[in-house]
């Protein structure tokens, strides 16, 4: 089994940056494709970005061009950067590990407020 521990959240106002960074009890940040994840409430969780371990990027349209997705493998950690935040990015955060599908248990997460 492997933890995820997600961290960075909080309030922002809309139009600014934020920086997620997930760590793992394992390596498998650096052998896996991983993804980040977010939950609204009353949504569904959905993948907004996830990186290779050769690093290539993918990004949901919704967030295209503001969030990049990054890898430190000697960290062991993935970092979620998201600029240019709307209140529609309100959501809980969440990385786990998978090509198409989450693989583990999911982390507690992080909360992301983007509010005035």
């Known amino acids: 089994q492997v933890l995820f521990v997600e961290s960075g959240g909080g309030l922002v106002q809309p139009g600014g940056s934020m920086r997620l960074s997930c760590g793992a009890s394992t390596d498998i940040i650096s052998t896996a494709t991983m993804g980040w994840y977010r939950q609204a409430p009353g949504n569904q969780r959905e ?32 970092d979620l950067q998201m ?23 999911w982390g507690q997460g992080t909360q992301v407020t983007v509010s005035s």
């Open 83 to 105: 600029n240019n935040l709307s209140p529609e990015d309100t959501a809980v955060y969440y990385c786990n590990a998978g090509i198409y599908i989450p693989t583990y248990d």
């Open 47 to 78: 993948r907004v970005a996830s990186i290779t371990p050769g690093g290539t990027t993918n990004y949901a349209n919704s967030v295209k061009g503001r969030f990049t997705i990054s890898r430190d493998n000697a960290k062991n950690t993935v």
